[in-house]
């Protein structure tokens, strides 16, 4: 595992500029996230799939796909760039359970119930890219400021939260949205 990370550290390195993958706070800040991942990872039950909304370079669908091979991760991006490193990054680390969509999300239609979007926009952004696409129950995880509020309803969903201390900035905050 730990060889693997470094692996995908280096080709983030290396593709960064030429493919335009992260901001300069995310590459500062890349082993933080890559943590946080992690920690995400131990919330998704086992055979789960998880679709990662904006995957970017990455982040965090692939080091969660690495901390756990028995989930199935699908990395949403729209940019043809990223979607060509998240293919690179794919075959190169071996990762047989992660599939890559290439498009706008508004497009995928097949039903799923663990959504992570880190940087994609707020929750009301958020739920009008996925709505068609995520079930009547489903699971959001996200790394929040420590002050954040947790809406008590988001469009049609009723919200309930599990909280977990990160760092010293913010909370992994897992949201269990029911139509109910
Ligand atoms: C700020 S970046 C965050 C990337 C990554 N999640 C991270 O934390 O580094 C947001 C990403 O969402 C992608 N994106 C925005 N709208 C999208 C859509 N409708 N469908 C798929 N990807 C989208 C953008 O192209 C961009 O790569």
Known sequence: MFHVKQ???ALVKQY????DLFGPSVEIHFDM?????EEYAKYIPEGETLLDVGSGGGLPGIPIALA??????IL????????SFLNIARSQLGLSNVRIFAGDVRKFKEPVSWVTAQAVGDLGV??????HTVTDEWHLLSRRPKDWVVPEKVGPYSVEQERQGLDEDADLVVLHL???
């Open 68 to 73: 756990r091979p028995d989930i199935k991760v």
């Open 178 to 180: 029911s139509r109910k």
């Open 7 to 9: 692996k995908y550290k």
């Open 33 to 37: 996230h890559m943590d946080s991942a």
């Open 126 to 131: 958020l739920l009008k890219l996925i709505q």
């Open 76 to 83: 949403c991006e729209i940019r043809q760039r990223r979607a």
């Open 16 to 19: 960064s500029r030429s493919l």
